[in-house]
């Protein structure tokens, strides 16, 4: 799918995350402890180091306009996911197997509810200067570090 350059680096993270997705679910299924805690612990890496900057991102940038351009069931549905990841990813314990295969699940369906609803939504929605002046601000929040440097 063709993405707009201002929205290519999040969608760079979407990979990213996608892949961590995947590995959570097999991780879950294989039941291995130690491929359980390591896929926690590259999961909660990705959190700190650049996961929460893209939420942050999109949350401050991308839902409010998804509102603004009358979706905002979906806008509200997202964010909604958001907060259950947050929540998941910042707790103190260690997933279970059960919950890991839930958490991959959740950003799995998440990510392609924003790559293939949402992110198409706001391309046909914005004007080019306001998806420039989102590219400057994803740019000042998110950097040049992408979150494929955390596997």
Do not use: Y
């Not at 892949?19 to 299924?29: H, K």
């Not at 929460?52 to 991102?57: G, T, V, W």
């Not at 706001?122 to 998110?142: P, R, Y």
């Amino acid at each position: 799918m063709k993405r707009s350059p201002e929205l290519v680096p999040l969608s760079r993270d979407h990979n990213h995350v996608m892949q961590l997705a995947r590995r959570a679910r097999r991780a879950a299924d294989s039941a291995s402890e130690r491929e359980i805690s390591r896929c926690w612990q590259a999961l909660r890496e990705a959190w700190r180091s650049e996961m929460s900057a893209h939420f942050a991102a999109e949350e401050r940038l991308l839902f409010p306009r998804l509102h603004e351009h009358g979706q905002a069931e979906l806008a509200t549905e997202l964010q909604r996911e958001h907060d259950a990841i947050r929540r998941t990813l910042t707790r103190t314990d260690r997933l279970d197997a059960t919950r890991l295969g839930v958490l991959g699940e959740v950003l799995e369906h998440h990510l392609r509810v924003e790559e293939r609803q949402a992110f198409p939504l706001l391309e046909q929605s914005l004007s080019g200067l306001e998806l420039t002046v989102i590219a400057a601000d994803i740019e000042s929040i998110h950097g040049n570090d992408a979150l494929q440097s955390s596997v």
